[in-house]
C-alpha cells in the first residue's frame, strides 16, 4: 500500500497550489480520501474529505470557499487544489485512506510540505 503526496512548494500569499496523492495496493474506489495538515508545534487537522464516489465532501471552516477537494477513481488520485493561500495555511500536507465503512484511517501518506510567505 502507498499514498504519495506531491505538489507542495513555496508559494506567495494570494498564490496557489494543487497538491496530488497517487494510491495504489487497495481498492481506492472504496476509500474516503481525506486531506491532513500539521503545522509546526501544533495538532494535525482535517483539511477536506471526499467520498468514495466523489459526491460529498466536506471542509474545514478555514478553508471553505478557498480550497477544493476531487478525486479521479480512474487513475485512483485525490488532488486538492487550493487558492488565496495565506501564511497560516503553512504545513505538511497529508492524504489519508479510510474504508468507507470504517471510522478510523487506515493508510497515510508521508506528506508534503506548503510555505505560504513573501
Known amino acids: 500500500v502507498q499514498l504519495v503526496e506531491s505538489g507542495g512548494g513555496l508559494v506567495q500569499p494570494g498564490g496557489s497550489l494543487r497538491l496530488s496523492c497517487a494510491a495504489s495496493g487497495f481498492n481506492f474506489n472504496s476509500y474516503v480520501m481525506s486531506w491532513y495538515r500539521q503545522a509546526p508545534e501544533k495538532e494535525r487537522e482535517l483539511v477536506a474529505a471526499?467520498?468514495?464516489?466523489?459526491?460529498?465532501?466536506n471542509y474545514a471552516d478555514t478553508v471553505k470557499g478557498r480550497f477544493t477537494i476531487s478525486r479521479d477513481n480512474a487513475n485512483n488520485t485525490v488532488y486538492l487544489q487550493m487558492n488565496s493561500l495565506k501564511p497560516e495555511d503553512t504545513a505538511v500536507y497529508y492524504c489519508?485512506?479510510?474504508?468507507?465503512?470504517?471510522?478510523?484511517?487506515?493508510?497515510w501518506g508521508q506528506g508534503t510540505q506548503v510555505t505560504v510567505s513573501s
Open positions: 489519508a485512506a479510510r474504508f468507507r465503512f470504517r471510522s478510523t484511517n487506515d493508510y
Open positions: 471526499i467520498s468514495s464516489t466523489g459526491s460529498s465532501k
